[in-house]
């Protein structure tokens, strides 16, 4: 439901059954995050592929290769690195320069948070955006090194 409204009450059960089934499975192959955790070598998985060959009269095989995860991926990493994997221009040691700087930045935004008396549920989430930042810093001094005739 979206909404609180039915979608599929002008629908069968059975057509019910293979809209509900059908979007699972597309949402396991399409996004990255629920492939990972729903995809191949799952029961969740073994179970949905069975039942929709069962309801839509196909070989399970098929289906379970028709759905599979496109690009499986653990959600659950670093998010320095989930940043800085989009940035393969950057050399390994300005990799690990700008790790250390959003670390310290992030270490250091925790401290004055607990020095404040306050509980830092968010550093986490300061340590993201200070990589954010550190990574568009880096390109507008790059930019500038350019507009500078460097490098």
Same mark, same amino acid.
């Given at each position: 439901m979206i909404n609180g409204d039915k979608q599929m009450s002008d629908l069968s059960d059975l057509q019910q059954a293979q809209k509900a089934i059908g979007h699972v499975l597309r949402q396991i192959r399409e996004r990255s995050e629920i492939g990972w955790y729903l995809g191949h070598g799952t029961e969740s998985f073994a179970l949905l592929t069975e039942a929709a060959a069962t309801l839509f009269g196909t070989d399970v095989e098929q289906v379970r290769k028709d759905f599979a995860p496109l690009n499986a991926a653990n959600p659950v990493r670093d998010p320095i690195e989930a940043i800085l994997s989009q940035k393969p221009e950057l050399t390994e040691e300005e990799t690990? @320069? @700008?790790? &250390?700087? &959003?670390?310290? @930045?992030g270490k250091e935004a925790m401290q004055t948070a607990n020095d404040a008396g306050t509980k830092c549920d968010q550093c986490g989430y300061t340590r993201l955006m200070t990589a954010r930042q550190l990574v568009s810093w880096s390109e507008d001094l790059e930019l500038l090194a350019k507009a500078k005739g460097g490098a």
């Open positions: 690990d @320069l @700008l790790k &250390a700087v &959003a670390t310290h @930045l």
